[in-house]
């Protein structure tokens, strides 16, 4: 029984903490440490409903269900703390659904329900890897278009360019970070352009931003 219990714990900090790996690879607010944290205490908190149930249903009436209600609701709060709002752009909403799920599935592998855990486990990192490349040829098909830069890692960096396209009115509605190292990062914009906006003219401003490097728009 104890080994039973460990091995829970153990497959969830797993499953948790590669879904939040994914997080963590494109710089989202809550990573690898945030999501194992999340899955594991959901783990635990399903197993110490199952406790007390064995310990006293010969006292009490115990509900694991409830402590688990409260899981759900709680995370709720977590995840806010992952979404930010920048004019009428909203960032942050995947990853608070991925916190979400992460602790769903700690709920599942605590109960001991590995098939339903593991399952939705696959389908979450295949909806947060594979069905972004979708999502990005989807806006193509949109009329959005994507622009690409190349910028010093330092802070109010991203906030400098997003301030240059909003003078062109450009409306942004998702920001990819591919890639980052100790000093440039590769950023992705995926920005629907005014009709009657200038690209020519928006590159040059947005290459004129200091600690730019290279932008291109595809």
Known sequence: MEWNIVLRLLVAMFLGGIIGL???LVNRPAGFRTHTLVCLGSALIMITGESLLHKYHHLANVDP????A???????????????????????????ASLWVVGCIGLAIGAGFYLGGITAFILASITLVSLRRFDRLFNRKAGLVNIGMT???????????TNVMGKFKVQ?????IVSADDDLMEVVFTVSLPPVVDKSALMAELKRVEGT???NIS
Request: hydrophobic share 40%; charged share 30%.
């Open 151 to 161: 910028i010093l890692d330092r802070p109010g960096q991203l906030a400098k360019v």
């Open 70 to 96: 409260a899981v759900v609701s709680g995370i709720g709060f977590l995840g806010a703390g992952t979404i930010m709002k920048d004019g009428h752009r909203i960032e942050g909403l995947t990853t608070a």
């Open 172 to 176: 942004i509605r998702d920001i990819d």
């Open 213 to 215: 490097k290279q932008v």
């Open 65 to 68: 269900a409830r402590l688990s």
């Open 22 to 24: 994914e997080r963590e």
